[in-house]
């Protein structure tokens, strides 16, 4: 076959990764994983730059390419090394980290990176709202400046680990009488103060894996603000950029995601088989092996330097699919897909859609088309940004507190 | 823009940079006869690249420049109500001039020594524009089955563009079972002193055998052989059929006691002809693709500039979301065609047939679904014969049907996905 | 079963049924349809009030329920009388009539409707435009008045019959200084003029079904307006109305309309079947009989008094049945289905959905969803007239002669 | 707001005005066995009633209120997570009062002596508001059950609400074959001198078996055999099921040496199952329709009030749309529905199993359809556990199973449509 440049985008080696992997080695050499304690080893590893080698020097990285991280990361997980336990993280490292590292004064990096990445402090994101979903801008959560000191007030809806985050990305209305994109402010919240509560929101799943945070003059430092007043949409835009991406984008070995479990059942329960199910399943198992290619694709040019807007296609495929292919294996389960494991209320640590039950995959899926960008506004933005069709006429323009709610 | 967010499902992932495709199976170099076989199982996995290369985007501006010079729509059109469907004047600039004829065959034989990745980029481009050139039939199909049958006379001619060679199987088989041959063998079934056979029998709905001047024909005789007939000998006979694509008119062949040399006898006869008919569905996918992504690109226009009720249509949502889950489908379907043409190129064996069913399934229904939307999205006038929409609409139906459906193409996941059909 | 009162709308029987049988019988006395000359006969049916019982008296009718128009029709069919051909005057019958009824002047009632329904007169429409064709009112044919005639002139497309047709349904533009509604006027044109050239339209079938029509000076006595001046638009509504109920919501057999050859083709070529077309056709097939009986039941509504919008849910399922059977049904005749029958510019008498080859059927079903309201123009009229919901932000509400176009 | 016209294709039709549903086939009037059957073919075609009655309309009106006042979705919810799933209360209501329990009893047992229609629009009343009652599982399933075994003991206590019978089949059982038995027959096999029996098995998956004081159980027994069992006697055990749809909680039931009367035998008895399960699913398909329009209904409603950018989230046209389409799936499931509750209320043959099949097809998908729809255009809200959202999903997708799936249904048109399969 050929070998062009873009096929050096395949697989992620670029010339410099022998050089990283003996610096790792070198590391290893002075910070012994066996006797050096956890914390004392992750922080070690943040300020030898070898956490995110694509951070700038001095704030866990090097200022390399992206795609030498996974090198770094193979080196330390072969060598048994304590990990920062992303997956308790995700917010902090996947929307946080990027947000700060794009908008944040260098002391509020110098404060706030470290800890964020060995794990010591979890971030969660203040940025839904019961009024406020798909139009985030029109959001009513207000923080009222008083000196050197922010008060803010107000109910945020859908965050996930804010019971266990010290910190909190906040986006709040700073001035009413502007237009609403001009009158928000972005934030970082303390979560641990009287003027926070945080209860559990129920899903349909019966878990309570996201939270409702009420605020009743929560205090933020103005040095905890987040680029200049005025400019929080601007600055949510960064961090929900990184969300998207971060959503039904991963790669997958082949059968990986909510196929795998239909498949399963597929092959072990000969008697569940129907010639109607058969061909519903060759199509979504066709379908969700294409998306899985799609989704290579898009890292293949992401690596290769041709970023391309299919990003949110991918998002849009993975609900549809794991809406379908979870609708399909519970009617392939018959009278086992008539039951469900527990209905308790439960706390989780984090999102889980491919585990559980069948009946469980298929309520959580639901989910999948709403979280992180609804499919229809994920289509408007297809529709805008990327086939360049005309823009929904607006009627939001004026003052934030004249509009209807 | 945010209703919920679940990053802890997938930050974890999004910090690392995976950018390699898991490939479960992998390919064999060496052709194999139908089904998926396991010649191939062995092999180390390689990593598919889904990208355009330089070369590929190179080749892609010299054919579409030349289609948007040679090809306006205007002309396809005219030419499907004439006598003689096939551009030759336009084929021979392709085959000859750009070398398009050539490109699978190697430099040693006169050809470009190039890939089914170039020929993918050739088709998407003859896709955007239904140009009526025998490139899948004589530069793909049968130049594969040539090449696999070891073919060292033809594939020179073949090369230089003075020769179109046509696989005689319909255009309606499909990839999965060899199809029946409708060919006899005629005495001596030996063949003669100077090793030459005779053939008769009637083949129809062949795609792209009008203009051959070569004609490679299966018979099922014992052993299964291909045979190679010169359309200038006594006794061979064609005949246009009314086709619902006549961009791609299909015909029927008349052989009575016709001179013929074997090519390949056997499990390499068969061989060559799995491997030209899987290496058709393969790149078929991508000129699927292309079709489709002219059909997007072409309604996206019209909707911009067609006024209702005083606005763009383009600008009702109800019309952006239906386009925005069209080009949803066609990134889809590019990611497959790029899959199977990659792993075309790295020879046949069970990921490379898995690679094409896959492509052919996708891009089938993508295509389909992209020329009705340009068809219903222009409302009126994508009805009329006077535009370039019913062209799309005939080549999308007859490409989906060509060389095995969506349906057909899926159910080899039996095997190659291991799973199994009902009792 | 119950017999409730709704029950009678079952079947159509109404006490008077046998009342009109024996009118009948007279009128067949009186007339002896051996001997009586085809448009004699027909003449004198109309005015015994015997061809359209619901019109008013006078007017070929008796102001009976039109669903009593069956009893006579059958009495007739069954004498072996000579019919008045509606399928060659469907627009004359279906939409140029009630409209006349509705809003014709007595002398023109008087004038126009017994040639129409004899079959004399067939009538066309010239409504839709190159540049007005799901937004019917922004249309640019000019009509101006010179004391008491009309001079037309524009381009109309998708005209049906045009070539056969003796007048036509025609809105024009009296007054391009107001809003685009206000400013059209109604008028019945006689085609056989010099100021009318029609010319075919081919569709992508290869037949020309349609034609377009040029009005150069076409000429129109005022006496041939059809309601005031500028009441245009309203007059074309209700001609529209009466177009819709026209298509999809007919009275059929079980497996009548597109399934029929779809499942002979399946009955009779066990070769062709496979799983994946199989689940697609007992998908279709019981779609389409669903679709059957939600037709029967509209039917049953307006026969019973309670007429409800399930019309515009009949055209577009019937459009989105016709186009998927008939793919499904090239699919399935696989090699065949890669054949057409005839590519020459044939002239029809009349629309065929379901005759020809599947090829044919496949290509002409693609118009379902265009022709009498587009599928998208109908889910508007739902959405916005049966459910409620908020209309589109109109731009268009300013004199017409300002509209971008 | 005409793009072209085709009224030749249909005025001809349209000038008369037939209101008659050409049934193919017609209903007998005996229940018959699994499968179509044959015995309804001489008899002649009738015209199915697919509009609303008045009585029903009053029944409707009186079920509606009075469920409106006892089932509110936040007591049915706060309900699903108590240790008593079955609204008694209500359910004793509905029976007695309303006198729902006894609509398909003859008045000489002291039942109504209503019809499948009424019992069909109680069912849509039902579904609108997924209220815990085993209306479907006792007046209905085992109700058919015993009418078809010629019961006269137990008919006059349903029919008071005295008791709630539940046939012991599993909920997700088709209705074209007939589902084994897991219970078997203690001896004496025949019975003894009192002619009671004893039954000893588990049967799992029931719905509306908690709250039955009566099972009909079926046996393998030589011959088949249906057996009715009081709860109240010894060995009986039931244990309730974490179910998808709590509102309709499944269970498990144990019967260890269980005094039995025999009802019916052989043929009998089978016809009696046969028909039970039909009827239930040709009166779960329009408690599907009920739900369906609930649904639609309150995301309508939803989204007139909803504002996002300021403005109605129903005023954005690709809201508009989805919403029309689910209108129109909905106008297309309710006259399927209709025309099963009409045919079950003629009696059972091949015309009435061919109306629940396409009734059971279409009011399963649109109901799913409905539930979907309604939580996506809900947004977040719809995706909590404090929204009536889920009830419906959750329901919709356990109706969806019962009593056959969709593709189970379609897949009787084979004999039902000759629709033949493939090889």
């Not at chain 1, 949110?312 to 399909?328: D, G, H, P, T, Y």
């Not at chain 2, 014992?222 to 007939?229: I, N």
Request: with cysteine; hydrophobic share 40%; net charge negative.
């Amino acid at each position: 076959m050929l070998s062009d440049k873009t096929d050096q985008g395949g697989n992620g080696q670029l010339p410099d990764a022998d050089a990283l992997r003996s610096q790792v080695a070198e590391f290893l050499a002075a910070h012994d994983p066996g006797s050096t304690e956890r914390l004392e080893f992750l922080r070690a590893r943040f300020d030898a730059g070898l956490a995110w080698v694509h951070y700038p020097a001095g704030l866990g990285g090097q200022g390399l390419p992206r795609s030498l991280q996974v090198v770094v990361d193979r080196e330390f997980t072969a060598a048994g090394t304590p990990s920062n336990h992303p997956e308790r993280n995700g917010i902090g490292l996947g929307m946080a980290a990027p947000t700060i590292l794009a908008h944040g004064t260098p002391e509020q990096k110098e404060r706030w990176l470290r800890p964020l990445w060995t794990g010591e402090e979890i971030w969660c994101q203040l940025f839904s709202e019961p009024g406020a979903g798909s139009d985030l801008a029109g959001l009513s959560t207000r923080a009222v400046r008083d000196g050197d000191t922010w008060t803010a007030s107000g109910q945020k809806v859908w965050t996930s680990s804010a019971h266990m985050a010290k910190r909190a990305l906040l986006v709040a209305r700073t001035n009413p009488d502007v237009p609403k994109h001009e009158g928000l402010t972005y934030f970082a919240l303390d979560m641990k103060q009287p003027g926070v509560e945080v209860r559990p929101l129920r899903q349909i799943t019966g878990e309570a894996e996201f939270n409702e945070v009420f605020l009743t003059d929560a205090q933020i430092p103005d040095a905890d603000r987040i680029g200049d007043v005025g400019q929080g949409w601007t600055v949510s835009m960064s961090t929900l950029m990184n969300e998207r991406v971060s959503i039904g984008g991963n790669a997958m070995p082949r059968e990986g995601g909510m196929i795998a479990s239909a498949a399963r059942t597929w092959r072990e329960h000969p008697e569940l088989r129907t010639p109607g199910l058969y061909d519903r399943l060759l199509k979504l198992w066709a379908d969700a092996e294409v998306a899985r290619l799609a989704g290579a694709r898009l890292r293949q040019q992401l690596a290769a330097g041709q970023p391309g807007p299919e990003g949110s296609a991918a998002k849009l495929v993975f609900a549809r699919l794991n809406q379908e292919i979870s609708e399909f294996e519970v009617e392939l389960a018959g009278g086992e897909g008539l039951l469900y494991d527990d209905w308790t209320l439960r706390r989780p640590e984090g999102a889980n859609f491919f585990g559980r039950n069948p009946g469980f995959r298929f309520l959580r899926a639901k989910g999948n088309s709403i979280e992180g960008g609804t499919s229809e506004i994920l289509r408007n933005i297809i529709a805008e940004r990327v086939l360049g069709l005309p823009k929904e006429a607006r009627v939001d323009t004026g003052p934030w507190k004249d509009l209807p709610r | 823009m945010t209703e919920a967010t679940a990053s802890e499902a997938t930050a974890s992932e999004a910090t690392a940079s995976n950018t390699t495709v898991n490939d479960a199976a992998s390919g064999g170099a060496a052709a194999t006869g139908f089904g998926p076989g396991a010649s191939g199982r062995g092999r180390p996995a390689r990593t598919a690249n889904l990208l355009y290369g330089e070369t590929e985007t190179e080749l892609r501006a010299a054919v579409r420049g030349l289609l948007a010079d040679k090809a306006p729509w205007r002309d396809v059109l005219a030419r499907t109500e004439t006598g003689q469907t096939c551009d030759d004047g336009l084929w021979h600039t392709l085959a000859a001039e750009v070398g398009c004829a050539g490109l699978l065959i190697p430099e040693s034989l006169g050809g470009a020594g190039a890939s089914y990745r170039e020929a993918a980029v050739v088709a998407e481009e003859l896709g955007r524009t239904v140009a009526p050139v025998p490139f899948l039939g004589s530069a793909v199909i049968a130049t594969a089955a040539l090449l696999a049958a070891g073919d060292t006379e033809f594939l020179p001619e073949l090369a230089s563009g003075a020769v179109t060679a046509s696989l005689a199987i319909p255009f309606a088989a499909g990839t999965r079972t060899r199809p029946e041959s409708t060919v006899r063998l005629d005495a001596p079934q030996r063949g003669d002193e100077r090793g030459e056979y005779r053939l008769t029998g009637t083949i129809t709905g062949l795609a792209d055998a009008l203009p051959a001047s070569v004609l490679i024909v299966p018979v099922d005789s014992v052993p299964y052989g291909l045979y190679a007939v010169r359309v200038s000998e006594p006794g061979v006979g064609k005949r246009p059929l009314v086709s619902l694509d006549m961009t791609r008119q299909l015909s029927e062949v008349r052989l009575e006691q016709v001179l013929a040399r074997r090519i390949a006898a056997g499990p390499a006869a068969e061989q060559a002809v799995a491997a030209a008919l899987l290496a058709g569905a393969g790149v078929l996918a991508s000129e699927q693709l292309g079709l489709a992504e002219q059909c997007l690109d072409a309604t996206v226009a019209y909707v911009k500039e067609r006024h209702q009720f005083a606005r763009p249509v383009g600008g009702f949502q109800a019309i952006k979301h239906r386009l925005a889950d069209l080009w949803v489908s066609v990134t889809q379907a590019r990611a497959a065609a790029r899959y199977a043409a990659d792993w075309l190129a790295a020879g046949f064996g069970p990921e490379t047939t898995m690679a094409v069913a896959l492509a052919k399934a996708a891009c089938s229904d993508t295509a389909l679904k992209a020329a009705q939307e340009m068809i219903q999205l222009h409302g009126g006038i994508g009805f009329t014969w006077e535009h370039p929409a019913h062209l799309y609409l005939k080549r999308a139906k007859a490409d989906s049907i060509g060389l095995g459906t969506a349906d057909a193409h899926r159910a080899s996941l039996d095997v190659l996905a291991n799973l199994p059909a009902p009792e």
